[in-house]
């Protein structure tokens, strides 16, 4: 769904903002049919990516003392990194570099996994209500066989205009995440307290997705409930987000550069072609060294599922008109 206006830029030039998306989530079961149940913003038919950011998935509040929690077998990756934020909870994650970490809210951790990495995610026993987003960034050509590696942030909270803003990657209200990443990003949530108004600068050369998490949320006129991303495109110098509600709102801003590079996406595997992902499939279930192991974890791996009868084709985002 697209809708709403024309917003002018820095030098007069008009930007249509009618061009926006509205993407809805569909349910997902992560870790397989008994798991947990998340919604899945990232990637569908209308959009595959927003910047290199491929994969959104958003779950919670879910209360676990009373269903299951998260407990996702070692499984791998290719082509990627992973980033874990959560709004309440905590998840304990294991990963074949040795890593033994906790995720808790408000803190990003960004795992990489290049040529290959497995990891395995387990809600702590202590969590009674997990609630947060798994993101994906697809890795470029140049470094998607990049080395395994971990990284934790801890962003410090910045208030602007009855906002309170965490930035875990790239740069948004004059601050500026120390995290390394393979190609400019942003990454932020965003509280606003009720009736709040609050403008942005960003980056005229990205693009933009604003995930509610909670409330309604208006973009350039365009009102966003919970568990829909509005997408805008590269050409603005700011956006400015409304909460229409009378309780506080929470979202997360994504962005980037457009990627111009089409990808195949398939399980856990980021590639470039139908070749990329048998090749990675076969490894996994043959144990290869090629993802290492993870220690600790008290069960099985997660196996692969069967490919497609058909040849996986390479995908980037639809024209747009």
Known sequence: MRCGRSVPRTGGMMVDMSTIDVLSARDVPLGGPRALLVRRTLPQR???LIGAWCFADHYGPVDITVTRGM????HPHTGLQTVSWLFSGE???????????????GEMNLMTGGFGICHSEVSTPRTTVLHGVQLWVALPEQHRNAERDFQHHVPEPVRVDGAEIRVFLGSLAEDTSPVRTFTPLLGAEIVLE???????????GFEHGLL????DVRLAGTVLRPAELGYAPPGVDALTLVNESDVPARAILLGGPPFEEEIVIWWNFIGR?????VRARADWEASSDRFG?????PGSRLPAPALPNAVITPRGNPPRS
């Open 71 to 74: 407990d996702v077998p070692p």
């Open 273 to 277: 072609s139908h070749e990329d992902i």
């Open 46 to 48: 209308a959009r595959t």
């Open 293 to 297: 192991a993870v220690e600790g974890y």
């Open 212 to 215: 509610v998490d909670s409330g």
């Open 91 to 105: 998840i304990e994650h294991r990963d074949s570099i040795g890593t033994h970490a906790l995720v808790r809210p």
């Open 194 to 204: 009720p009736g709040a108004t609050i403008t942005l600068a960003v980056d005229t």
